[in-house]
C-alpha cells in the first residue's frame, strides 16, 4: 500500500467510545446521529503510524500495568526531535510531563498568576482557553484578532494596551480555530511587548507539527534566552499523531522559578504522572519512521484543504474559506447566511447528516470550524452535505 493509500483507508470508528462519531450532542438521539458524518472534535480518522502501533504492541505484549517511570529514551526523544525538526535547543530539566495540555494551561497559569490577575487571550479561541482562565480565578483580556479578505492578524495596539494591566499572555501557536501559523516576526513582537510590560507568556504549541509541505513552525521559546525565560512553552505529539487518548503532553520552560511555581501547583493538584502507553508511544512518534508518516500527512491534509477551498468557492463562494497555514480545522466564514452558525450547526446535523463546529464557543458566531482530517472519500461527502445544507440556507 502506497503512503497516499494509508490515508485513504477508512477506519471503522462509530461504536467504538469515540467522542468524535459516538457523541450524541444535546437535542439529538443515537437515531438521529447514526449516519451523521462527524467533522468537528478535533481528532483524525486516521491510524496512528505503524512505528506507534509497534511500540503499544510491544509494551501490551508485556501484560502487566503498574505504575511506570518516564524512562530517559523519552526525554531524548522530545530533544531530538524539537532540535532536529525545529532548531529548538531544550535541556532535560527543563521539561516536565503531564498528561494533558487543558489541565496543563490551567496549572501554568496557577502557578504563574494571582487570583484576578488578567490573562490575555486572543479571539476568537479555542474553547478550552475560556475555561482555563475562568476556573482558576483569573479574569480574560480579550485581544481580537483582526480578519480580513480570509486572513487573520493580530491587532498590536490593542494587545499592547492589555499587557499593561495582564500578568500572562495564553498564546495558542499556531493558532486555532484560525489555521494562522504566526511567522517570527510577529512572534518577535508580541514577545518583545510582553517583556516590556513584564507579561510571563503561556505558549500551547500542540498543533506545531500540523503544517503544509514547505512550511515550518517558529517554536516561541526558541527566538531568544529572554523570551525562553518568560514563557512555559506545551508540546504534544497527540494531535499530530492522532494518539490523542494516550494523555502524553509537556511543560517545557527554562525559568527555574517559572519550573518551582509550576512543581508546586502539579503537587497540590495531583496532576503528576503518565499512563505507560503514552510513555512508549513519544518516543516511536518522534522517530525517523514517524516523522516520514507525519510528512505524508501533511502533504494529505494540505491536498484536502485545496479540495475543500475549490469546491467553497466555486459552489459557495459567500462563505470565504480562511487561509490555512496550520492545523487540519479550517475555519469558514458563514456571516451571509440566513441563519446563525449555531442553527446552522444543528439543521446540518438534522437534515443533512454532518456535523461541524460553530463558531460560538470560540468566541466568534459568525464562522464554522470544519475538521477535513479524514479520508478524501469522508471529505467529499461531507462536502456534499455542507454545500447542500449552506445552499438552502442563504
Known sequence: MSEACIFDEIVPRRGTGSVKWDRIPQGFTPEDMKDVIPMW???MDFKAAPCILEALGDKLAQSVFG??????EYFRAEIDWFARRHGWKIERQWIRPIGGLVPAASVAIAALTEPGDE???QTPAY????NNVLNTGRRISGNALIYKDGHYVID???FERRCATAKAFLLCNPHNPTGRLWTREELVRLGDICLKYGVKVI????????????SSY??????????????VSFNSPTKCFNIAGLLVSNMVSSNPSFLEAIDGVVSRWEHGGLNQFGVAALPAAFSAEGEAWLDGLNAYIHDNFLYLRERLEREVPQCPVSDLEATYLVWVDCSALSVSTKDLEQSLIRDEKVWVNAGGMYGDDRFVRINIACPRS?????LDRIVRGMKRVL
Open 41 to 43: 472534535v478535533a481528532d
Open 67 to 72: 505504575y511506570t517511570e518516564v524512562p530517559q
Open 119 to 121: 490573562v490575555i487571550i
Open 127 to 130: 474553547n478550552c482557553f475560556f
Open 156 to 158: 498590536f495596539e490593542d
Open 203 to 214: 505558549s500551547d504549541e500542540i498543533h506545531c507539527d500540523i503544517v503544509p509541505p514547505g
Open 218 to 231: 517558529v517554536p516561541f521559546a526558541s527566538i531568544s534566552q529572554e523570551f525562553s525565560a518568560n514563557c
Open 378 to 382: 469522508v471529505l467529499e461527502q461531507g
